[in-house]
């Protein structure tokens, strides 16, 4: 058994990272300014978008969006059921619908025939989710939204680093990054909203500080002018200097950390194929680059004599860090006591409910490590075989 404690997740963080934080700790302005501007540049030509508005958390920039995107009362949004809470919740926090529909089992990827389906007189807008670092289909997914003129707001929580036949996920009408410390670049926590829009990236700006025509650095540096009004509805979801600088730094080292973790999952995918009833999620079947931002894998139970749960149990006592991406959004009481999707309605996101958990990935992991998880996986999985 392993020595130390293994993380599911470790961020990489280096001396230029501390040098430039400690800069801008000294520079006398730690609050949103200059180096939120230059990031939100960097970001934005990072993923080929016309404009990237930074915020405090993907949370807040999926709540922005979707008051951007003018989602209201009474609205469907459709979504993926194979997300993290913020998706379903700020749909919920907008008074809107979420309409849950089903994945493709191989990849968890929501499957854009079933979101065809889905469509009715009141759906406003279509939030993919990106799921684990693979993209979505968008080509159907777009030219359904274009057909019903609905909004695309994609959750590209997981998705920095990605592309879609070619190009990376960014742009469009919106797409939602997270920088939390488990994903590619983290600014501690912090969150990104890219869009092609010019009205709606002014929109974003206004509405992540308060609503008012003025921020901080507007209002209090030198050619600024410190009056302000408040013209509309806004929240206090902008991002920090200090933040900025650490993402500066990490949004440079972004190929770095995905080739690292494309080598790191090729390691795992050898060591995995020798384990009976564990398998990988499958890619997907168009032109694509996983991030890797999460290693997925799924247990066959019938071949496995105990739980997904206990299995995750004995990883933890054999020192191995687990986490669980995800439980279905609509098998949470919220989503089940509020707006009832039978699990047999979604059969494949129920029945992945089960059986994932996500091993440890971070650019960090040496092959021994790796090992480490493997060895403790075909342990597990040897001693309770049926
Ligand atoms: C799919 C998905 N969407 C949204 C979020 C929210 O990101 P944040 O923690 O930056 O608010 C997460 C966080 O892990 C996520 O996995």
Not at 69 to 85: K, R
Not at 330 to 352: D, G, I
Request: hydrophobic residues 45%.
């Amino acid at each position: 058994m392993r020595a130390e404690f293994l993380p599911l997740s470790r961020p990489s963080i280096g001396d230029a990272e501390i040098a430039a934080v400690t800069a801008c700790l000294r520079s006398g302005w730690i609050t949103s300014g200059p180096r939120v501007g230059e990031f939100e540049r960097a970001f934005a030509e990072a993923v080929g978008a016309a404009h990237a508005v930074a915020v405090t958390s993907a949370t807040a920039g999926l709540h922005l969006a979707f008051l951007t995107a003018g989602i209201g009362l009474g609205d469907e949004v459709i979504t993926s059921p194979m997300t993290w809470a913020s998706t379903g919740n700020m749909i919920l926090a907008v008074g809107a619908h979420p309409v849950f529909v089903d994945v493709d089992p191989g990849t968890l990827n929501i499957d854009p025939d079933a979101v065809a389906g889905a469509v009715t007189r009141w759906t406003r807008a279509i939030v993919p989710v990106h799921f684990a670092g693979q993209p979505v289909d968008l080509d159907p997914l777009r030219a359904i939204a274009e057909r019903h003129h609905l909004a695309l707001i994609e959750d590209a929580a997981h998705a920095l680093g990605t592309t879609y036949r070619g190009r990376p996920v960014g742009g469009g009408t919106a797409a939602v990054f997270s920088f939390h410390p488990i994903k590619a670049i983290t600014t501690g926590e912090g969150g990104m909203v890219t869009t092609d829009d010019d009205g709606f990236a002014e929109r974003l700006r206004l509405l992540r500080f308060h609503g008012i025509t003025r921020d901080a650095w507007n209002r209090y540096g030198r050619r600024g002018s410190p009056d302000y009004e408040v013209v509309a509805l806004g929240f206090k979801y902008n991002m920090t200097d200090l933040q900025a600088a650490l993402g500066l730094t990490q949004l440079a080292r972004l190929e770095e950390f995905i080739e690292a973790r494309t080598r790191i999952a090729s390691w795992y995918a050898e060591a995995l194929r020798g384990i009976p009833g564990v398998e990988m999620l499958e890619p997907v079947r168009y032109p694509a680059r996983h991030a890797w931002h999460l290693l997925v894998v799924r247990l066959q139970l019938e071949v496995i004599g105990i739980g997904r749960d206990a299995v995750m149990e004995e990883l933890l006592a054999a020192n191995i860090g687990v986490g669980l991406h995800f439980k279905a959004l609509h098998l949470h009481r919220l989503y089940r006591e509020e707006f009832y999707f039978p699990p047999a309605a979604l059969p494949h996101a129920t029945q992945a409910s089960e059986r994932i958990l996500s091993l440890p990935l971070f650019p960090g992991m040496t092959r021994e490590d790796v090992g480490d998880v493997t060895n403790a996986l075909n342990d597990i999985v040897r001693r309770h075989a049926t």
